[in-house]
């Protein structure tokens, strides 16, 4: 096979994956934007956090919100736990790097705020206990997974969002993050302006 081949498949994998993923997940991202939306309109802030890529999606998701998505709009309360160099090892020397999202969100979580945790396995044990810790201080979960979703998605409480993309290739589960936290942030968008 050439490389054009190659590159074309990809494409043609991600069109299907992305067409076939709206009708299951369109509701769930609109109940995780409404959810969010909830959260700053009573004083709430967003936390992120994840793994590997899943910890850019979750830092370019917070930079759309403190920043600005496609508008211009007033700054919103969000925090990447992922990026705190300092905070990071120093939790992963003395606890166990389990635990670099879980003290942070204990530290910062308070009652009405919102963890997005982002895990394409549904696997990962520093998300798992990221979503545990943001239980015990009443948080709502949003939660973008993978495959079948993985331990992460048993974790959920009423309440909570499942984002989860039934694939098995990692590039386009984490392609439909991306697509899913680009619409989360046009419906924050929606719900805080209304329609342009």
Do not use: Y
């Not at 054009?4 to 009708?23: C, K, P, Q, Y």
């Not at 990447?80 to 635990?99: H, K, P, R």
């Amino acid at each position: 096979m050439d490389l054009i081949s190659r590159i074309a498949l990809h494409f043609e994998d991600n069109v299907s994956t992305t067409m076939g993923a709206v009708e299951r997940l369109a509701l769930p991202v609109a109940e995780a934007a409404d959810s969010m939306v909830r959260s700053l309109l009573s004083n709430g802030k967003i936390l992120a956090c994840g793994n590997a890529g899943s910890a850019a999606s979750a830092q370019h998701f917070v930079a759309q919100l403190v920043g600005h998505f496609e508008r211009e709009r007033p700054e919103l309360a969000a925090i990447a736990l992922t990026t705190d160099c300092a905070t990071l090892s120093s939790i992963a020397s003395s606890e166990a790097w389990e635990q670099v999202f879980a003290k942070q969100v204990r530290a910062l979580g308070q009652p009405g705020d919102v963890l997005l945790a982002l895990s394409t396995s549904g696997r990962s044990p520093s998300i798992l206990a990221a979503v545990e810790a943001a239980h015990e201080r009443d948080l709502r979960v949003v939660a973008l997974t993978g495959r079948d979703g993985g331990q992460l998605a048993t974790l959920l409480r009423e309440g909570d969002t499942l984002i989860c993309v039934e694939h098995e290739r990692v590039a386009r589960i984490q392609e439909l993050h991306l697509l899913a936290i680009h619409c989360i942030c046009d419906g924050i968008d929606c719900l805080l302006m209304g329609e342009e």
